[in-house]
């Protein structure tokens, strides 16, 4: 396997979200848009846990239809609100029913006297989500600074020619695992061997880093045991956004 890094050689983007120069910034994890499920898989009546990394977190709709994501906490005695249900939009903890709303303020405490006001810490940090290409999106960080064309779409999804399949696994491991394992185009002839390729296919690889920054890698690669081999391009959009490209001349 070689690495020739930073060849300045023209790779058509395989997404609306380009890399931009940006190798002396650091990469924040949290300025980032993270796909939750697919807006198909989401229940109808009842609220949708999921999490980012170690932090859990629940999605539910409001009465206006909205999608609506919060901590899966409950501030009070630390139930999952995900355990809840949900009542005329608000998401309603199992354990003593405080209701929470849009923006993780507590709307009720059956336990409070009418004429108390509900304490402004009894809240629930919400974040952006949005719907885009099929998929629920959620910014991790703060709302503010959040810019909906960093979704990392595929433009290809808007081709109402091109046939698209959906699915999602379970795995018992965090995504950053995973994205060593999907940008690892070698491991490809063993490991699936039954599905996709044959062992006999596996051999050096020749691969190149077209483009590095804050925000991904774009690069290409290609088998050896020809010289007629083509490309195969690679990229990677950050945090989590992996496409292949059908082989191209060199």
């Not at 629930?124 to 885009?132: C, P």
């Amino acid at each position: 396997m070689t690495i020739a890094p930073n060849i300045p050689e023209e790779i058509s983007p395989s997404t609306d979200t380009l890399l931009t120069s940006e190798t002396d910034q650091e990469f924040n994890w949290r300025n980032c848009w993270y796909p939750v499920t697919f807006i198909q898989d989401l229940p109808t009546k009842r609220p949708y846990s999921f999490s980012l990394y170690d932090e859990p977190l629940v999605l539910f709709r409001n009465k206006d239809g909205k999608l609506i994501c919060l901590a899966d906490l409950c501030p009070h005695r630390a139930a999952k609100l995900s355990d809840g249900q949900i009542i005329d939009g608000k998401i309603e903890c199992l354990y003593h029913g405080w209701q929470f709303g849009s923006q993780g303020e507590c709307l009720h405490i059956p336990q409070l006297p009418a004429d108390a006001k509900i304490p402004a810490k009894a809240c629930v940090k919400s974040f952006l989500v949005v719907e885009k290409q099929g998929i629920v999106w959620m910014w991790a960080g703060e709302a503010n600074v959040a810019d909906e064309k960093l979704i990392p779409t595929v433009a290809d999804l808007d081709n109402p020619t091109v046939v698209s399949s959906d699915y999602m696994i379970d795995l018992p491991y965090d995504q950053t695992y995973f994205i060593e394992n999907a940008i690892d185009p070698s491991h490809l002839y063993i490991s699936h061997e039954a599905t996709l390729n044959s062992r006999q296919q596996a051999q050096p690889l020749e691969m190149e880093v077209i483009e590095t920054s804050a925000r991904g890698i774009r690069g290409r690669y290609r088998k050896t045991r020809q010289q007629t081999e083509n490309w195969m391009q690679l990229n990677f959009i950050a945090p989590n956004l992996i496409t292949y490209r059908g082989a191209t001349a060199s």
